[in-house]
């Protein structure tokens, strides 16, 4: 593929396509104009449709490969998805997604698994609370008070203890920690500002798919 | 031509903001260098992906589990790619081993063609199986940290939009013995990288990544070109504190044009 074809066609779009959404949003134009845009995003819906049969396709392709070479301790599982990927869909097409053994295979295979998750997750969460909340240094220490404040303003115990408790805890949640977070978003927004000239004029191009650095003499 | 209600200060910064960095990639052309800081979590790149050969474990990639190419997440989903393709670069050049777990169908031709291209540049062949294609949601979250634990990978980057997943796949990496360096832009999901990953690239680090690993006076103008509007909001925030303590609201009517 050519330079041209690869680099400034694909660059030229972004700028145009780019520029026009940013001008609808902040220019008062006809609605037909405005309908033009909200078409071109709506575009990236039908993309996202199209890119999950190519992942459905990469998917089944990884776990035919581990099938076909009965990996150890791994073939069952890609067996089970590879079934899956055409038996759910199949039912789908068959009986309808309110059809009750739709339903139930559902209920009995993702909604548990589901809830799985979200109940080992709590473990992670304790697990990384541990690694935080250890005084090793001034920073850390405070990280330790802050997080002890907001846990017994939560836990009825806090108040118990001590009726200030609750104050601090809330103090905590309401003024510095929407602070802190409102300063990195304004800091963010810059760079999400930055990052957006970038791509429009086509020095940050790895929306193209194209490595860092390569292509960027012209 | 009219500006919508509402939005004529967002304009008129968004407008101050390009002339300003298209000001400093001129002065850059026009031979001016700029320094920025070291961006710690960059630098380590080549030192956690040097330990996996070393120890002849692979890499692991992933982009997060939400948002899409057409939605408000799209930036960090590319600066992800852009930290990618400096990962998948130095795993062709190192011989190391690269696994990618991608949630977003949407990214991932963006994605194999990014590692195509990077494995290209040392006249190598993407293993068949560097990119894995995992659904979102909970299958996302279970089948990523099934696949760092199963890989025993020894380096674990986790670069995009998190939600839930952050901690669970961190913590992942962190029972794998990996070196773990994760970005996102999400405030919520930042403490859980801050508390297990080695090092952290914070909101606007991973907008700057690209540029950062680019390295050229273009794009590192870009981001120098940053900083006064930076000192301006940190002026305004001053001002709109003591203004808004007397109950004056001329600043706010006034941002809200």
């Known amino acids: 593929m050519s330079n041209t074809i690869r680099r400034m066609i694909p660059t030229i779009i972004t700028f145009l396509i780019g520029m026009f959404t940013i001008f609808v949003y902040y220019i008062e134009v006809p609605s037909s104009i405005s309908d033009g845009s909200s078409t071109i995003i709506s575009w990236g819906t039908i993309i996202v449709a199209l890119a999950t049969g190519y992942g459905t396709i990469i998917l089944l392709r990884n776990h035919v490969r581990k099938i076909q070479t009965r990996q150890p301790g791994e073939w069952i599982y890609s067996l089970t998805i590879a079934v899956t990927i055409f038996v759910f869909p199949l039912l789908y097409f068959i009986a309808g997604d309110t059809s009750s053994i739709y339903k139930l295979i559902y209920d009995l295979t993702i909604s548990n698994i589901g809830l799985a998750v979200y109940a080992i997750v709590f473990f992670s969460l304790a697990t990384s609370s541990y690694k935080a909340f250890r005084a090793r240094n001034v920073n850390s220490t405070i990280l330790l008070l802050a997080g002890l404040f907001v846990m017994l303003q939560i836990a009825p115990i806090g108040a118990a203890i001590w009726g200030g408790f609750p104050i601090l805890g809330n103090w905590i949640l309401n003024v510095p920690t929407p602070g802190a977070f409102r300063g990195i978003n304004i800091a963010a927004a810059f760079g999400l500002i930055a990052i957006g000239f970038r791509t429009l004029l086509g020095y940050d191009r790895g929306h193209l798919g194209i490595s860092e650095g390569e292509g960027m003499e012209d | ?257």
């Open chain 2, 1 to 257: 031509m009219i500006i919508v209600s509402g939005r004529v200060i967002d304009f008129l910064i968004l407008v101050a903001c390009f002339i300003t960095f298209y000001v400093y990639v001129y002065w850059a052309e026009r031979g001016k260098t700029f320094k920025i800081r070291k961006i710690p979590a960059l630098e380590a790149v080549s030192e956690v992906i040097g330990r996996a050969v070393e120890q002849g474990r692979p890499v692991h990639f992933t982009s997060g589990g939400t948002g899409s190419l057409s939605d408000a997440l799209a930036p960090q989903l590319l600066a992800g790619v852009g930290v990618l393709s400096h990962i998948s670069k130095t795993c062709a050049e190192l011989d190391a081993k690269l696994v990618v777990s991608e949630v977003h169908p949407d990214l991932l031709p963006l994605v194999v063609s990014t590692i195509e291209t990077s494995y290209q540049i040392y006249g190598r062949d993407v293993p068949e199986d560097t990119v894995t294609y995992i659904p979102r949601g909970r299958t996302y979250t279970i089948g990523a940290a099934a696949l760092i634990q199963r890989e025993k990978v020894a380096a674990n980057f986790m670069i995009g939009p998190f939600t839930h997943e952050a901690v669970f796949l961190a913590e992942a990496g962190s029972e794998a013995g990996a070196m773990q360096i994760a970005g996102t832009a999400r405030v919520n999901q930042m403490p859980f990288f801050a508390t297990v990953c080695d090092y952290i690239l914070i909101a606007e680090d991973i907008y700057a990544a690209g540029a950062y690993i680019q390295g050229t006076p273009k794009v590192l103008g870009t981001i120098v070109g940053e900083d006064p509007f930076k000192i301006l909001m940190f002026c305004l925030l001053i001002i709109g504190v003591i203004l808004a303590t007397f109950n004056v609201t001329w600043l706010m009517d006034i941002l809200n044009m």
